[in-house]
């Protein structure tokens, strides 16, 4: 199988775009749609019969499946609707047992939505929340560490930091992390939104306290598809966010059944596993990493601008500065990219790190350098035209 323009067609997306924001919501391959239909169809033949006994099995197989995958213990492992959801459940859970003068860590790199979470689970308890400032542009590793090092206190309750981030699209060095914080006895809650599909996790041996991940990003799952790890001696703690009428039962009944909704995307991880397997893994890692690297130096040139991370530190997204070191301001950010969309049919996110602006691209299988140089011809033009 070719990748590139050459299996773009087995996803939706439309011809006339060129999409290059995989990372904000992922794109469903059509085969796995199909097999959510098939799940939806299923249920409405016979409601009840689904929901009391199709589902349930279905369920159980599907979270083995991940759990093999994500290297985790099948009972360890609960879905969730995504990882908003997850974080929701593990900070809203612990919430109660903060209070005035605890300090809740996290990072300048955090996502809007987790650091919005922490904000109430601080305006709620009286905790604080601490931000790391991780510097970007960035060259090491060593500088994420020691950003969230100093920050450590007698006070620290808890650590919340990414696996791969949003805004930066850079890679945390979790286990040199997790071990820092482990040997000072405070939990790390590892926001792993963009981590499922694009690197090898293996959870029970991880050594974090709560892992959560997105399977409809890397994974190729529909919208909806999410899980949340918990170490064996938390489980007892965390609730999901929605009581229903498990509350009590065990960890896993209780995430499973959170009222009646539609829970075909949970249904369909399995057949996203089965593509990304299909496609082979390695495969699919091996065209991602060299286009990214040609796609990374194109964009700069055009942009006349400098790396802001070591190719080390980057997977399948790369956050671009732009010309100017631009503030960040929502007028700005939605300017840009609404040119680049409406001008141009180019699918491409401008984002915020450490209060300046950024564009970040995505690169995936069904993409080519030919995407990347599009966005390359067009961004000289909009930049001397300029942007607000
Ligand atoms: C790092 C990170 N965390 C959390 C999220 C939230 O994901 P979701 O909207 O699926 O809950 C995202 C989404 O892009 C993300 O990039």
């Given at each position: 199988?070719?990748?590139?323009?050459?299996?773009?067609?087995?996803?939706?997306?439309?011809?006339?775009?060129?999409?290059?924001?995989?990372?904000?919501?992922?794109?469903?391959?059509?085969?796995?749609?199909?097999?959510?239909?098939?799940?939806?169809e299923?249920?409405?033949?016979?409601?009840?019969r689904?929901?009391?006994?199709?589902?349930?099995?279905?369920?159980?197989?599907?979270i083995?499946?991940?759990?093999?995958?994500?290297?985790?213990?099948?009972?360890h492992?609960?879905?969730?609707e995504?990882a908003?959801?997850?974080?929701?459940?593990?900070?809203?859970?612990?919430?109660?047992?903060?209070?005035?003068?605890?300090e809740?860590?996290?990072?300048?790199?955090?996502?809007?939505?987790?650091?919005?979470?922490?904000?109430?689970?601080?305006?709620?308890s009286?905790?604080?929340v601490?931000?790391?400032?991780?510097?970007?542009p960035?060259?090491?590793?060593?500088?994420?560490i020691?950003?969230?090092?100093?920050k450590?206190?007698?006070?620290?309750?808890?650590?919340?930091?990414?696996?791969?981030?949003?805004?930066?699209?850079?890679?945390?060095?979790?286990?040199?992390?997790?071990?820092?914080?482990?040997?000072?006895?405070?939990?790390?809650?590892?926001?792993?939104?963009?981590?499922?599909?694009?690197?090898?996790?293996?959870?029970?041996?991880?050594?974090?306290?709560?892992?959560?991940?997105?399977?409809?990003?890397?994974?190729?799952a529909?919208?909806?598809?999410?899980?949340?790890?918990?170490a064996?001696?938390?489980?007892?703690?965390?609730h999901?966010?929605?009581?229903?009428?498990?509350?009590?039962?065990?960890?896993?009944?209780?995430?499973?059944?959170?009222?009646?909704?539609?829970?075909?995307?949970?249904?369909?991880?399995?057949?996203?596993?089965?593509?990304?397997?299909?496609?082979?893994?390695?495969?699919?890692?091996?065209?991602?990493?060299?286009?990214?690297?040609?796609?990374?130096?194109?964009?700069?040139?055009?942009?006349?601008?400098?790396?802001?991370?070591?190719?080390?530190?980057?997977?399948?997204?790369?956050?671009?500065?732009?010309?100017?070191?631009?503030?960040?301001s929502?007028?700005?950010?939605?300017?840009?990219?609404?040119?680049?969309?409406?001008?141009?049919?180019?699918e491409v996110?401008?984002?915020?790190?450490?209060?300046?602006?950024?564009?970040r691209?995505?690169?995936?299988?069904?993409?080519?350098?030919?995407?990347?140089?599009?966005?390359?011809?067009?961004?000289?033009?909009?930049?001397?035209?300029?942007?607000?």
């Amino acid at each position: 199988m070719t990748f590139g323009s050459a299996i773009r067609s087995q996803w939706l997306l439309e011809k006339d775009i060129t999409f290059l924001n995989h990372g904000s919501f992922g794109a469903c391959p059509k085969k796995v749609l199909e097999v959510q239909r098939g799940f939806q169809e299923q249920m409405e033949r016979e409601p009840v019969r689904f929901m009391k006994r199709e589902f349930p099995a279905e369920l159980a197989k599907n979270i083995a499946k991940l759990s093999n995958l994500v290297g985790a213990r099948p009972e360890h492992l609960v879905l969730v609707e995504n990882a908003t959801m997850g974080i929701n459940a593990v900070l809203r859970s612990l919430m109660p047992s903060f209070e005035q003068g605890d300090e809740l860590l996290t990072t300048s790199h955090v996502y809007g939505a987790v650091g919005k979470t922490l904000k109430y689970v601080s305006d709620c308890s009286g905790a604080t929340v601490v931000q790391a400032d991780v510097p970007f542009p960035i060259n090491n590793a060593e500088q994420i560490i020691e950003a969230l090092r100093v920050k450590i206190t007698p006070k620290t309750r808890l650590a919340l930091f990414d696996h791969i981030t949003s805004p930066s699209g850079i890679v945390f060095p979790i286990k040199e992390l997790i071990a820092i914080f482990k040997e000072k006895g405070i939990p790390v809650i590892i926001d792993g939104a963009h981590a499922p599909g694009l690197v090898d996790l293996d959870l029970e041996n991880l050594g974090a306290d709560y892992y959560t991940g997105n399977c409809h990003k890397w994974l190729f799952a529909p919208k909806g598809a999410a899980f949340l790890w918990v170490a064996p001696e938390n489980r007892s703690k965390i609730h999901p966010t929605v009581i229903s009428q498990d509350y009590e039962a065990s960890f896993q009944e209780e995430f499973a059944w959170t009222g009646t909704r539609d829970f075909t995307p949970w249904l369909s991880i399995g057949a996203a596993i089965d593509f990304l397997n299909e496609i082979g893994i390695e495969r699919s890692r091996n065209y991602i990493k060299p286009l990214l690297i040609d796609a990374r130096k194109i964009i700069t040139q055009a942009m006349n601008v400098e790396y802001a991370a070591p190719i080390e530190m980057l997977e399948t997204m790369v956050a671009f500065p732009l010309p100017g070191n631009p503030k960040a301001s929502l007028k700005y950010i939605d300017t840009l990219h609404d040119i680049i969309f409406d001008e141009y049919n180019i699918e491409v996110p401008i984002l915020q790190v450490n209060g300046h602006c950024y564009l970040r691209i995505s690169v995936n299988i069904y993409n080519e350098l030919s995407d990347y140089q599009k966005l390359a011809d067009v961004l000289p033009i909009i930049f001397k035209n300029g942007v607000l």
